[in-house]
C-alpha cells in the first residue's frame, strides 16, 4: 500500500507493485474518505482492500493485466444493465402488439386494445409493471379468471344499456382475451430478432410464450343466437314498416341484403355501388375476417330491383353528397 499527499492536503491511496524490476501503481481512492456505507475508510480498511486486490493481482500476473480484466468487467456489468433497462414491461409488450396490428392496417386493433385494458392494464396495475419475460402462466390463469368472474360491464351508449351476463359471452371473451394474449408474447419472441427494429428499441428478453401452456376455454365460442318464427320476422317488417324513411330504408337493408354484418355495412362508401354489364348495380363490400394470414376477400352483393326501392332513401342522396358514405 503507497500513501501519497498532495498540496491540497488530500492523501490518495495507491496499490502500489515491482515486477521484473518495474514499478506498477494503481490508485485505489483516498485516505480517510467516507464510502457508500457512510464509514470513515481509514488505514484498517485500506490495509484489507490492498490485501485482497494484491491477491487478485497475483492470479492475473500484473497489474496491467489485473487493470484490463477489472476495467472488462465493469464494461460487462454496464452492458448488462442496459440490456436490463431496455427489457420491456408486460405493458409496454401488448402496447407494442397493438401498434403492430395498427401499423398493418388490421380492424381488429381497437378491439384488442379495448380488451387489454380493461382485463389486464385497469385490472392488474402492478403485473402490467412487471417485465414481461417474468410473467408466469399462473399469472394469466389469473387474469382470464378475473375475466371470467368480474362484473358484467354494461353495453350500449347513453342511458340505455344493457346490462351483460356470462350468457352473454363472458366464456368467450375470456377465450378471446387469451387468444390476444398468446398473439402478443408471440410477437414479442419474434420482436427481439426482426432485424428491421430500431437499435434503441424495448427488448422484451422472451423465453417462452407462458399462455401456450393454458388450455382453451371449455365452453367458449358457442353461439348464443335466436331464430324467428315466421310470425316473429312478419311481426318485425310490420314494425319497420311504422319507422321514418331514413331508419326504416336503414333496417330494411339490413334484412333485405341478407343479414350483412354490420361493419361491413358501415365501412361501405358511394364508390362501392359500381355497374356490372351481366348484373347491373352491384354492392361490392370488403370481408376483413378472415384466418390467420389471410387476405382481404371481396364480397358482392347485386342490387335488385327490389333492393334499389328500398335503398332509394339513399341513392337519391348519392348526387347530393358523393362524398359522403350512405
Known amino acids: 500500500m503507497l500513501l501519497e499527499r498532495r498540496s491540497s492536503g488530500v492523501i490518495e491511496v495507491y496499490l502500489s507493485r515491482r515486477a521484473n524490476g518495474r514499478q506498477e501503481r494503481s490508485k ?26 494484491a491477491a487478485e493481482v497475483r492470479v492475473h500476473g500484473s497489474l496491467a493485466a489485473f487493470n484490463d480484466a477489472q476495467q472488462a468487467k465493469k464494461e460487462k456489468l454496464a452492458q448488462v444493465a442496459r440490456l436490463e433497462a431496455q427489457k420491456g414491461s408486460l405493458e409496454q409488450l401488448l402496447q407494442a402488439y397493438v401498434d403492430d396490428l395498427k401499423r398493418q392496417g388490421k380492424s381488429s386493433a381497437k378491439n384488442v386494445l379495448a380488451a387489454f385494458r380493461l382485463d389486464v392494464m385497469q385490472a392488474f396495475p402492478d403485473l402490467v409493471l412487471r417485465k414481461a419475460r417474468d410473467i408466469e402462466p399462473a399469472d394469466i390463469s389469473e387474469i382470464l379468471r378475473h375475466c371470467i368472474n368480474r362484473a358484467p360491464a354494461s353495453k350500449g351508449r347513453g342511458k340505455r344499456k344493457t346490462v351483460a351476463s356470462v350468457t352473454n359471452g363472458k366464456l368467450t371473451t375470456a377465450n378471446r382475451l387469451r387468444s390476444y394474449l398468446r398473439t402478443a408474447f408471440s410477437f414479442g419472441l419474434k420482436h427481439d430478432l426482426n432485424p428491421l427494429r430500431a437499435g434503441d428499441a424495448v427488448l422484451f428478453g422472451l423465453r417462452d410464450n407462458p399462455v401456450a ?9 358457442r353461439a348464443n343466437t335466436e331464430a324467428l318464427t315466421k310470425e316473429e320476422l312478419r311481426q318485425l317488417l310490420i314494425a319497420v314498416q311504422e319507422l321514418p324513411e331514413r331508419n326504416r330504408a336503414m333496417a330494411n ?11 361491413m355495412l358501415l365501412r361501405a362508401t358511394w364508390q362501392d355501388v359500381t355497374e356490372d354489364t351481366e348484373y347491373g348495380a352491384v354492392l361490392g363490400l370488403v370481408d376483413r375476417k378472415g384466418g390467420k394470414g389471410s387476405p382481404p376477400r371481396d364480397h358482392l352483393l347485386p342490387i335488385s330491383d327490389r333492393l334499389s326501392e328500398i335503398l332509394e332513401p339513399f341513392l337519391s342522396r348519392k348526387e347530393m353528397s358523393p362524398e359522403f358514405n350512405p
Open 28 to 53: 485505489l481512492g483516498v485516505f480517510a474518505e467516507v464510502g457508500p456505507d457512510g464509514q470513515t475508510r481509514g488505514l484498517a480498511f485500506w490495509r484489507r482492500e490492498v490485501e485482497r486486490l
Open 253 to 263: 337493408a339490413m334484412l333485405y341484403l341478407g343479414g350483412q354484418r354490420v361493419k
Open 213 to 221: 401452456y393454458l388450455p382453451t376455454i371449455e365452453g367458449a365460442e
